[in-house]
């Protein structure tokens, strides 16, 4: 029971699923962590976290991508002994493949992915086994959700007697389909990519630009830790591209818009790269743009 109770993740994936399947439900102490400050940072509880995971033969793990990420760095040198967690689970935000891939080599365990949304509950859950995994994808409908999504990334459309009778009527179309605001693409099995939100997209000189898809592209240099996108109000262009990175060690902004050009179409790279100690992040880890557009 990592993420908090008061969203959606915590409260349905982890407290009512816990209440449904009849399992005991680990919660962290709400002063738990390695300082005395009354409610620590998740960063500064990892030790316990992983301790609680060990003691008590956690077996199921819902999180968040910044968690996982914490986690992984912590116990690299730890090495503690997981053998009974059998299922991890990342919703809430995109998961970096830095991430998935530095939490399999720390503890052995692959994380799935599960997209859900607070109107509907969860959506999808990719519970493929191992040897036939995608750990990009977010899976298949769960059942009694209908999902639709094209071939190529368009928006997600979501039915189900989850939805509630608020939405009916109001958010859905008159078939019962929910417009979700995320971008997603589907193969021939129904497993489900997400790829983008469409009100994230940003108008530069005409061309729509995925801030993900080039904060991916600043993740992928070796000195950057973190990194968010925005657009700013340009008098020329609409908006111009400005990126907010934390490094982990020195680097110019030159050298990484240069990196930006080699792997990105020239409309796309950052026209400012702003470094930050930190990034603005909600109690889930989800970056907060409206905070760095305000303190640019």
Same mark, same amino acid.
């Given at each position: 029971?990592? /993420?908090?109770?008061?969203?959606?993740?915590?409260?349905?994936?982890?407290?009512?699923?816990?209440?449904?399947?009849?399992?005991?439900l680990?919660?962290?102490?709400?002063?738990?962590?390695d300082?005395?400050?009354?409610?620590?940072?998740?960063?500064?509880? &990892?030790?316990?976290?992983?301790?609680?995971?060990q @003691?008590?033969?956690?077996?199921l793990?819902?999180?968040?991508?910044?968690?996982?990420?914490?986690?992984a760095? %912590?116990?690299?040198?730890?090495?503690?002994?997981?053998?009974?967690?059998?299922?991890c689970?990342?919703?809430?935000?995109?998961?970096?493949?830095?991430?998935?891939?530095?939490?399999?080599? %720390?503890?052995?365990?692959?994380?799935?992915?599960l997209y859900g &949304?607070?109107?509907?509950?969860?959506? %999808?859950?990719?519970?493929?086994?191992?040897?036939?995994?995608?750990?990009?994808?977010?899976?298949?409908?769960?059942?009694?959700?209908?999902?639709?999504?094209?071939?190529e990334?368009?928006?997600?459309?979501?039915r189900?007697?989850?939805?509630?009778?608020?939405?009916?009527?109001?958010?859905?179309d008159?078939?019962?389909?929910?417009?979700?605001?995320?971008l997603?693409?589907?193969?021939?099995?129904?497993?489900?990519?997400?790829?983008?939100?469409? +009100?994230?997209?940003?108008d530069?000189g005409?061309?729509?630009?995925? /801030?993900?898809?080039?904060?991916?592209?600043?993740?992928?240099?070796?000195?950057?830790?973190?990194?968010?996108?925005?657009?700013?109000?340009? /008098?020329?262009?609409?908006?111009?591209?400005?990126?907010?990175?934390?490094?982990?060690?020195p680097?110019t902004?030159?050298?990484l818009?240069?990196? &930006?050009?080699?792997?990105?179409?020239?409309?796309?790279?950052?026209r @400012?790269?702003?470094?930050?100690?930190?990034l603005?992040?909600?109690?889930l880890? +989800?970056?907060?743009?409206?905070?760095?557009?305000?303190?640019?």
């Amino acid at each position: 029971g990592a /993420p908090p109770l008061f969203h959606s993740h915590g409260l349905c994936n982890g407290m009512l699923a816990s209440l449904r399947g009849g399992a005991t439900l680990v919660l962290l102490d709400r002063g738990a962590g390695d300082d005395a400050s009354p409610d620590p940072p998740f960063a500064l509880r &990892c030790g316990h976290v992983i301790d609680l995971l060990q @003691r008590e033969r956690v077996t199921l793990f819902p999180g968040v991508p910044f968690m996982f990420e914490a986690l992984a760095i %912590t116990g690299r040198h730890a090495r503690p002994d997981l053998s009974a967690l059998r299922l991890c689970f990342s919703a809430g935000n995109f998961l970096p493949e830095r991430t998935y891939r530095r939490f399999l080599e %720390t503890f052995g365990v692959e994380i799935r992915q599960l997209y859900g &949304c607070t109107e509907a509950g969860a959506v %999808t859950l990719n519970l493929d086994p191992p040897d036939k995994s995608d750990w990009s994808s977010v899976g298949p409908p769960i059942p009694g959700m209908e999902v639709r999504a094209g071939r190529e990334p368009s928006e997600i459309r979501i039915r189900s007697a989850a939805l509630g009778r608020y939405l009916q009527g109001r958010l859905c179309d008159e078939d019962g389909w929910f417009a979700t605001g995320d971008l997603g693409r589907q193969d021939a099995r129904g497993r489900l990519w997400i790829t983008g939100r469409t +009100k994230l997209f940003i108008d530069s000189g005409g061309y729509k630009v995925d /801030p993900v898809e080039v904060e991916e592209t600043l993740l992928a240099h070796p000195l950057v830790e973190e990194a968010a996108v925005v657009g700013v109000a340009d /008098p020329n262009r609409g908006e111009e591209i400005h990126a907010f990175v934390v490094l982990r060690e020195p680097v110019t902004g030159p050298e990484l818009i240069a990196h &930006c050009r080699s792997r990105l179409a020239t409309f796309k790279v950052p026209r @400012r790269i702003e470094v930050r100690e930190s990034l603005p992040r909600s109690a889930l880890g +989800k970056l907060l743009r409206g905070q760095l557009m305000a303190t640019r």
